[in-house]
Structure formats: structure tokens, C-alpha cells
């Protein structure tokens, strides 16, 4: 059997892939896999496949801001939408690309506490600033994260990783892979689980 | 509690409405729920809500065949879509409509076989002659659903349900309200079951 890591994409302003994020390194650590965090832009993704943020769709964004709440309600948590929602999250996920390097430690200490701002105080935390200082509450140096998030490298790590994500078949978040299978969506965690549970049918 | 009947909006085009298909009226019986079909024209919704089948967006498209094999295999069947899917089914659902007034008994059962020989067999049978064919099937007039499927006011009935549906939320199939409460897709009946046993959360 296979221990390879899942291969878990993401953008930070996606509330289907917070849900995903509060369960999957659990999930996973059931089987001894790790997870890989992979944050992407998303809005590129999207201007590719010709798709929008779904709360832009008639009839569809009401539905999925109900659907969500009362998904985020069955795993015991309310959600809280940031007002102006959806931001760009440009900094968290530079960010976290480059603490996966600089102090591999902190990154999904990090992003758990971004996401946990976003979607459960409901606070737009995407300026860097504001990124920074929920990277500072999880002892990273708030300067040095400021800096970071403004390199070029830093910078074209996440188009890089975006455009391989693509290069995968990636159209969406949460998206996972795992031994190759590609699933959509935090409600397929389950299937996911079960495809390592039987290596697949 | 409650036992007014789930309703269960579909297009005979959709793959995972075929996949609900075989489940909800089973799962509807445990809980002492009758499960009402109403066939809707996916093309005209997705019209007002600028979606298309998922199949025409580059990336989602490919994932969508492959997430819909592999759902089907987890419930122990194969699925073939049929040369030029997807294809405009009016006769169907027009056909369907005309038979809940003309021989209730028949609807489902002609419902059934229309799923099957489009997703199962895996043939185009949207022409209504072809579709008069599945009628028969299952003990229908042929000639007399013939001339149903070209009824104005059968078409109009048809166009109402689409209409009613959309002003209900409905963006896309399959489409489930229980007591009230809006699911969208074959993934979440297990949703549904819950929201019956609980009465929601």
C-alpha cells in the first residue's frame, strides 16, 4: 500500500476548502498519510475554465451560501463570510509557499489561523498587513512575513504551482489528489477516504 | 413529523439525477415518503443562471466523466453517456408529464426505462419515436404518447414546472426539497436522509 502524501489545493477563500481543511489531516493521519497543503489562485483558475465564483451565479449563490451553512452546521461550526466576500488571497498564499521553506513548522499553523479569521471571526484579513499579523499570532516574524510575500520568487512560486495545479486537471477548490485520483469538493472527503481505504474501485 | 413528499427535480440528460434516480425512492420508503419526479428543461435553466453542462468547460469536463464513472461504480453499476451528449429530452419529459394525469402508475416505470436505456444501454433515445419506444416498453400506447408529446398544452405543462422550479431556486439537477429545505445533487442524499431523521439541524 501506498503512504504517499494527498495532494490538497486550495485557495484561502474558499469556504468549501476550509470545511475540507478541518478534516482532511485527521482523515488522513487514520492512514498514515500527510497531507500537502497547495494553495492556488483561484480566479485564475477560473478565468481559464470560463467559470465564476459561484456566488456570482442567480439562484446558485443563494443556494450555495445556504448549502455551506448548513454543511459547516453538520460539522458542528458556524461559517461567517467576510463582507466584500470573495477576496483576493494573494498574501496568505504567499505566505504560506514561503514558510513551507523558511520554517516548514508554522505553515499549516498559519493557514489554519487564516482560514479561522476569514470564515469564523468573518474578518477580511487579506491586506498584507492583516495577513501578517495572523502569521505574527502563530509566532512568525511579522516583518519577514511583509517582506516575503512581496519576492519575486515567492511570487512566481504560487503562479508556478497554480499553472501545475492546472496542468493536473485542477478547475476548482478544495481539490485533491491521491495515488493519482483526482476528487472535487470538501463533500468527497469520504470517497477519498474510502479510495485509501481500499486503494480504490 | 412531516410526511409530504420529497420532490425530486430532474432532466433525463443528467447523469447524476440518473444516479439519484436509484436510490431516493428507496431511501424515501424507510422514511414513510412518497418522492415526486418533475422532469425539468436543464437547458432553458441554465440560460437564466449563464452555466452550461459541466462537460463543455475545459478541465471540469473531463473530471466530470471520470467522477461520474467512478460514483456510479460505488454504487455498483456502470454508466455510458451516449454518443453527442448531451441531447435535448422534451419528448421524456413531456411524456412523463402526460403520464402522471393519463396513468399515474406508468410515470416512474416509464421514467426508469427512459434512465436506463440512455445511461445503461447507453443509447440516444431523444427522438420521440424512439422514446415512444421506451413508452411502450412498459406497457404505454405508443402512438398515443406520440401525439402526447406534441399536445400544446402538455409542453406548456412542462414549461410551467421549468418556470415554477427556477422560482423555487432550482439551477441545475438533480435538484431535492424536503419539508422546504433545497439539496442540490446526487451527493447530497445522504444529506437528505439526515434532514428527515433529524428534521434539520
Same mark, same amino acid.
Given at each position: 500500500?501506498?503512504?504517499?502524501?494527498?495532494?490538497?489545493?486550495?485557495?484561502?477563500?474558499?469556504?468549501?476548502?476550509?470545511?475540507?481543511?478541518?478534516?482532511?489531516?485527521?482523515?488522513?493521519?487514520?492512514?498514515?498519510?500527510?497531507?500537502?497543503?497547495?494553495?492556488?489562485?483561484?480566479?485564475?483558475?477560473?478565468?481559464?475554465?470560463?467559470?465564476?465564483?459561484?456566488?456570482?451565479?442567480?439562484?446558485?449563490?443563494?443556494? @450555495? &451560501?445556504?448549502?455551506? =451553512?448548513?454543511?459547516?452546521?453538520?460539522? $458542528?461550526?458556524?461559517?461567517?463570510?467576510?463582507? *466584500?466576500? /470573495?477576496?483576493?488571497?494573494?498574501?496568505?498564499?504567499?505566505?504560506?509557499?514561503?514558510?513551507?521553506?523558511?520554517?516548514?513548522?508554522?505553515?499549516?499553523?498559519?493557514?489554519?489561523?487564516?482560514?479561522?479569521?476569514?470564515?469564523?471571526?468573518?474578518?477580511?484579513?487579506?491586506?498584507?498587513?492583516?495577513?501578517?499579523?495572523?502569521?505574527?499570532?502563530?509566532?512568525?516574524?511579522?516583518?519577514?512575513?511583509?517582506?516575503?510575500?512581496?519576492?519575486?520568487?515567492?511570487?512566481?512560486?504560487?503562479? @508556478? &504551482?497554480?499553472?501545475? =495545479?492546472?496542468?493536473?486537471?485542477?478547475? $476548482?477548490?478544495?481539490?485533491?489528489?491521491?495515488? *493519482?485520483? /483526482?476528487?472535487?469538493?470538501?463533500?468527497?472527503?469520504?470517497?477519498?477516504?474510502?479510495?485509501?481505504?481500499?486503494?480504490?474501485?
Amino acid at each position: 500500500m501506498s503512504n504517499a502524501a494527498i495532494d490538497f489545493y486550495l485557495d484561502f477563500v474558499s469556504p468549501y476548502a476550509y470545511l475540507a481543511s478541518l478534516r482532511i489531516d485527521e482523515m488522513a493521519a487514520r492512514h498514515d498519510r500527510d497531507v500537502a497543503w497547495r494553495p492556488i489562485m483561484l480566479g485564475a483558475v477560473f478565468k481559464v475554465v470560463g467559470t465564476e465564483p459561484i456566488v456570482n451565479y442567480p439562484l446558485k449563490g443563494p443556494y @450555495a &451560501e445556504r448549502d455551506l =451553512a448548513r454543511s459547516a452546521r453538520q460539522l $458542528g461550526i458556524e461559517i461567517r463570510l467576510p463582507e *466584500g466576500f /470573495p477576496h483576493a488571497t494573494l498574501a496568505a498564499a504567499r505566505g504560506f509557499y514561503w514558510l513551507t521553506d523558511a520554517d516548514p513548522g508554522k505553515a499549516k499553523p498559519f493557514a489554519r489561523a487564516f482560514f479561522a479569521t476569514y470564515f469564523q471571526e468573518g474578518r477580511n484579513a487579506t491586506p498584507a498587513e492583516d495577513t501578517a499579523k495572523v502569521a505574527a499570532s502563530v509566532g512568525v516574524d511579522e516583518a519577514a512575513f511583509l517582506d516575503a510575500v512581496q519576492d519575486v520568487a515567492i511570487k512566481d512560486r504560487l503562479k @508556478a &504551482e497554480t499553472s501545475a =495545479a492546472m496542468d493536473r486537471g485542477v478547475f $476548482g477548490a478544495p481539490f485533491m489528489f491521491v495515488d *493519482g485520483e /483526482p476528487f472535487w469538493g470538501s463533500d468527497r472527503l469520504d470517497q477519498v477516504e474510502r479510495w485509501i481505504e481500499t486503494g480504490g474501485w
